[in-house]
């Protein structure tokens, strides 16, 4: 079957049908007829684009078979080639007939090329207009239930473990318990914990909970923004409200009507702009930038801050009366550090999705590698093993992450059922030699755990013989982790 457009010639001179077939047989598939029945007969078998039909024809005129034409076939693309130019043919032809082009004879071949290529390409774009119109028409529903599914889903992965991944005996159940409790009453939450606990994640499971999961949940970081321009992203502004501001534009708050506004680092804002947002609060109304009029708006508002919102209060740096409205009910984050037991199960979630990401295949960490992580204090929490995990991801080999690929700041944690304490000497406790002591005994297994256990590697960083360096592991007693086993991926000494 051809695959090159299908045009019907029709005259009742048979050279100009061969001349025109010979033109035009390099680029389409060329049906012939010299009477208007045989052309009649080509359009009932044939998948017919574009016709080309002559003005004068024995039986009637050119355009009154394309008017035929039109009303049985009007896809195919109408034309009229004529050796004539009565003016009053022509807008015939165009107006009856719907004529895409009208042809005066002498033509040249180039120039009907041309002419017939942009038919085709006319015709061609026809039917893709057809068929987005009916795809169009379908649209709505599919998008709906598009929709539809993809909040089912998201609310399932909420509903599922509230995305607060943890291990059954956590301290997170109590704070999952209290968002289950919480989530479903209308009611203003404040979030509180140190960055990168995972308020943002409570935050949504909150709204995923609540009767209010259909609707919008909408996140902006008060800390990052001056006043005015929190102002004008949570308000919204008028045209012309200040310089920029060429349109009109919807705030948060509008746009999540009906839904959540998750307020981060709410405990960074001004106390110009705590007066304002208290009014939001108390009144369920804003007001655009620029814009004399107020707007109902109907949110729950979930707030979250790294800071001591009752001390900020006692001290005058944050109204009394807006923390209250805000903290209905607070639920505390604890910090990774206190979580000890999730670790092993976040650590692997986090790598999951980092795979998933970065398209590098890794089935987990190594036995030395977890007790490593659980042995550093973590101070930027759940975010920074998220990089952590990353970066180890990037640049690991083989299908194991092993602890050589830690961080120096990781390494040289505390080693299990030691008491964990901040990096560096003042962190140390006991005499000048327990603490130097103790120092040495980190340095040594942090090297070790770089070269992967390899005594000769590391004993030639530290200056050391090989001797000593042993006599120094017995004395403190250190090793791979778990009694008398190798480092996994340890290779020979």
């Not at 889903?153 to 209290?178: Q, T």
């Not at 900020?312 to 639920?331: H, K, Q, S």
Request: hydrophobic share 40%; with cysteine.
């Amino acid at each position: 079957m051809s695959t090159l457009p299908t045009i019907l010639v029709v005259d009742d001179e048979v050279r100009s049908l061969e001349t025109l077939r010979r033109i035009l047989e390099d680029e389409f598939d060329v049906k012939t007829a010299s009477d208007l029945a045989g052309a009649e007969r080509v359009l009932r078998s044939e998948w017919v684009q574009i016709i080309l039909c002559d003005q004068r024809m024995p039986e009637t005129t050119g355009v009154e078979f394309l008017k035929r034409v039109r009303e049985q076939w009007p896809d195919v693309i109408r034309m009229i080639i004529s050796g004539y130019t009565d003016s009053e043919d022509i807008i015939d032809a165009l107006n009856g007939a719907g004529i895409y082009q009208y042809i005066t004879k002498p033509w040249h071949p180039d120039s009907l090329l041309i002419t017939l290529r942009n038919a085709a390409r006319l015709f061609e774009l026809q039917r893709q207009n057809e068929a987005l119109s009916v795809e169009l028409k379908m649209m709505p529903q599919r998008l709906e239930a598009s929709l539809d599914e993809r909040r089912r889903l998201l609310r399932a992965n909420y509903r599922g473990d509230d995305g607060l991944v943890r291990a059954p005996d956590s301290c997170m159940n109590r704070v999952c318990d209290k968002i289950a409790r919480v989530a479903p009453y209308d009611v203003s939450v404040l979030l509180t914990g140190e960055s990168g606990t995972g308020k943002e994640l409570a935050a949504r499971a909150l709204h995923y909970n609540s009767l209010r999961w259909e609707q919008p949940f909408v996140v902006e970081n008060c800390g990052a923004l001056p006043d005015e321009l929190l102002e004008s992203e949570l308000f919204g502004y008028k045209r012309g409200a200040f310089t920029g501001a060429v349109e009109d534009r919807v705030g948060l708050f509008e746009r999540a009507s009906g839904g959540s506004v998750f307020l981060d680092e709410i405990g960074d804002v001004s106390p110009a702009f705590q007066v304002k947002l208290l009014r939001v609060l108390q009144e369920g109304e804003i007001r655009p930038l620029g814009s004399g009029r107020t707007r109902g708006v109907d949110v729950r508002v979930i707030a979250a801050t790294n800071k001591d919102l009752e001390a900020e209060v006692r001290a005058g740096r944050f109204r009394e009366d807006l923390f209250y409205r805000l903290a209905t009910v607070t639920i505390d984050l604890p910090p990774l550090r206190q979580r000890k037991g999730d670790l092993p199960v976040l650590a692997q979630r986090l790598l999951e999705r980092a795979v998933a990401d970065l398209g590098k295949p890794v089935r987990g960490f190594s036995a030395e590698t977890l007790a490593c992580m659980q042995a550093y204090h973590w101070p930027g929490n759940v975010r920074e093993l998220q990089n952590e995990i990353r970066r180890m991801l990037v640049m690991g080999e083989g299908e194991t992450l092993g602890a050589e690929l830690l961080s120096p700041r990781v390494l040289r944690a505390a080693p299990p059922g030691e008491e964990v304490v901040p990096e560096g000497l003042a962190g140390l406790q006991g005499t000048l030699k327990e603490r130097v002591e103790a120092l040495e005994a980190r340095i040594l297994r942090e090297t070790l755990i770089r070269h992967r256990w390899n005594k000769s590697r590391a004993a030639r960083e530290l200056g050391l013989s090989r001797v000593r360096l042993r006599g120094k592991l017995d004395r403190y007693g250190l090793e791979p982790f778990g009694v008398g086993a190798q480092a996994p991926g340890r290779p020979p000494d």
